[in-house]
């Protein structure tokens, strides 16, 4: 059975450790916050200014002043801190981050995300995309293995416009968990009930199968 | 001492002249000059060049100099959310400038603090690094980024003195804070005027070195874009 | 959640081993680690290189490290009060290079916030500029300076968190701020530890994420290097 | 009569505009502030971190924390403000300083000075001089005319290493009040009772004298 999105978000939660600074996208990436075991302590970031991202207001406490990254009215936990979007660059692009997970339209089997742009059809902008992209060490791709047409987002090169060159070095769908090796997409879990053979199918780009590969375990 | 309050945006609106190079705060609605965007848009002024994260909702914030066509060309990082906007840039009625918002908010510091250009990693191998520089620094590749000056900044925070020193609430900071320094005028916009001696001087944002005039904005609306409460989700 | 306090110096200065590269706040005498700098004076490590901005005064603040013989190589814009430093520089018992004191800030800040490079007028025409990148700009001159990153960075602040968050008072931030955000590993020592959730967080220097380990320090000596009182002069 | 270093600092502050932001480095120039009209309103900035320093501090109000760039005790005004190096120094070479003055031991006729070395005598350092330098559109050098040796402050071409090229316009000495033109240095006024000859005899630099050399008003 492929992943639900919940799913997905679940087992991203696993990759998090103790004490983890760590900044979600939005959609999928978003709902990882909500699997982080109780005994482990992360710090959401998100790059409009806040660090210590806390749940949603109550009706009473909403402020306009205090949103996140995706425009959402939030709140500030007790060990936070608010700055400007200089400084909050300043901690994405310096390595500060120690997790990012975001969505995208598709990867390559090289590690090149494209997530900001349809031609002709979307052009909203990339926001912090490319930074957060091009300055994490540890970034997680959080989506659909194929898009609502049934076609791979998994690819030998991409389609659409880049959002980073080989930045991406791991990918959650909800269909498997894979890294991006030298040679292509290495299959390290499958989603429970998925075989090799459907991961396979959707696969367009070189995906690399060794040895047995287990069921991921949620 | 030499006070750089003035009484409202009436006051500095023909400082906004025809095609100049506008820098404006906020993050989406969030800590936006409201007071004097409209001013600006009740003006007749035409081709100015925005440099701004965002540019406002459909007929609020920024998006009122779209709807009334005084805006000749864009510089952000994400447009998402107004809708005119796209069609204005399908039709080629506005230029754009699409930048990592990272390296926007950089590029406005380094304008700011004398640096004319730096490199970064955002953009490498996609279309941002097209006609700029590439280089290597100890393995990893960078490209080069240019600095960003205004000729106004328009800058809102929550509270401010007649030496121009500024504080900022919440998120509201964002962009503020950078344009404040780029601006080869910066006028800022407060919710209050406090007097001297009342703002901590080491919990100053903005030192008053950045600012030159400074008014007690009226009626904020500081419309919510996403109200998003805890028992929704 | 998890504390990243510890009790004294003693507990981190197995973190600093030979050969490695540290950067230590303060600007004269003036909000240094005071108790960092001793237990490092303690210890046996050599050949280190120290970036800060002065190198403390004879036998007080990094003074003691240059008694010890423990610095293989200074990167600082100023170091007029110590005398030993000059006869051993004389005598080639260490290495130094001078740095204009904005472009070691600005270097400092850089490599805390990923940007390899950046260009500068400061230091054009001058020795500062050999063997250096020249670029013109808009009609100016510039160098090209690198980003300056450090193995463990030494920090004081005046109060401080269990997340790490940093506030510093008065002029006793200088430099603590950026080199906060450029160590490998960013060792705080605050004057009060303060519970979570007692700092205001639209005024905290140093955000948790930039500080590693943080703890108390105890028998601040602060010693003032020029004391003027109004009735002397 | 050659002026004294008071009178130096008096002839300076004559520049001074109300509303400036003006850094004062050590000697000579510290001295200008005291010299700043009641009806002009100045903020001194001092590099290491503070804009609107006060007086010295009295004895009671001395504080270790809050020093200048000369790592002398001050007070801070009710409008000043803390800040950090990296934006104390974002205030100079942004050109936010209005005026910068400083000393110099020699200057050329192009503009040129040297402040900070000398070759196996003076080895401390620069500090935020360059930076100044560098950076400022309105600089003024206070110095003396001559060093103690008699000999010429004001050169073709500096003979120590150079703090920074071509960036000094203006020079006040004992002597004269001198602006650094295309073609060497202008005389512009003389202390009162020094004469044209005096000044040239102390100027090894080329000197420009056009017209009536006016005495300084102080």
């Given amino acids: ?141 959080a989506m659909q293995h194929t898009n609502r047409a049934g076609e791979s987002k998994l690819l030998k090169k991409c389609t659409l416009p880049l959002t980073g060159a080989n930045c991406i070095k791991k990918i959650v769908t909800d269909l498997a968990l894979l890294e991006v090796g030298e040679k292509g997409f290495i299959l390290k879990e499958r989603a429970p009930g998925v075989s090799v053979e459907e991961i396979q199918n959707a696969t367009e780009g070189t995906l690399i199968v060794q040895g047995e590969i287990p069921e991921m375990k949620l | 001492m030499m006070s750089k309050q003035v009484n409202s945006a009436d006051d500095l609106i023909h400082f906004i002249r025809n095609g100049m190079t506008i820098m404006a705060g906020g993050f989406g609605l969030c800590g936006i000059p409201e007071n004097m965007i409209n001013a600006v848009a009740a003006s007749n002024v035409i081709d100015l060049t925005v440099i701004s994260n965002n540019i406002g909702i459909d007929n609020f914030g920024l998006g009122k100099w779209l709807s009334k066509r005084q805006i000749k060309k864009i510089l952000a990082s994400y447009v998402g959310e107004n809708k005119e906007f796209e069609n204005m840039l399908l039709k080629g009625e506005v230029e754009m400038e699409f930048v990592p918002q990272g390296t926007l908010a950089e590029r406005i510091r380094a304008g700011g603090a004398g640096i004319p250009a730096f490199y970064v990693a955002t953009g490498v191998g996609t279309e941002v690094a097209e006609g700029k520089e590439e280089r290597v620094f100890d393995g990893q590749r960078y490209i080069l980024e240019k600095a960003l000056r205004a000729d106004v900044a328009l800058v809102k925070a929550w509270k401010g003195d007649e030496a121009g020193n500024l504080v900022f609430k919440d998120t509201a900071q964002n962009f503020n804070a950078a344009m404040a320094m780029a601006g080869k005028l910066t006028i800022a916009e407060v919710e209050e005027m406090v007097p001297i001696g009342s703002l901590d001087p080491n919990h100053i944002h903005v030192p008053g070195i950045f600012v030159q005039y400074i008014f007690e904005g009226s009626n904020y609306e500081k419309r919510i874009e996403r109200l998003t409460l805890a028992n929704q989700v």
Avoid: C
Wanted: net charge negative; charged share 15%; no cysteine.
């Fill in chain 1, 1 to 141: 059975m492929a992943l639900t999105k919940e799913q997905i978000a679940q087992r991203i939660a696993l990759e998090i450790k103790d004490g983890y600074y760590i900044n979600l996208g939005i959609g999928i990436p978003t709902l990882v916050a909500n699997y982080v075991p109780d005994n482990i302590h992360v710090t959401l970031h998100s790059e409009n200014g806040l660090l210590g991202m806390g749940p949603f207001p109550t009706a009473e406490n909403v402020d306009a002043d205090l949103i996140n990254a995706g425009k959402q009215t939030v709140t500030i936990l007790p060990d936070g801190a608010f700055f400007d979007s200089a400084m909050s660059f300043a901690m994405i692009r310096g390595g500060h981050i120690d997790l990012t997970v975001l969505g995208a339209f598709e990867v390559s089997e090289s590690g090149d995300i494209a997530s900001w742009k349809i031609p002709g059809k979307m052009i909203k902008g990339m926001g912090g995309a490319m930074d957060l992209v091009a300055a994490a060490d540890n970034i997680i791709v």
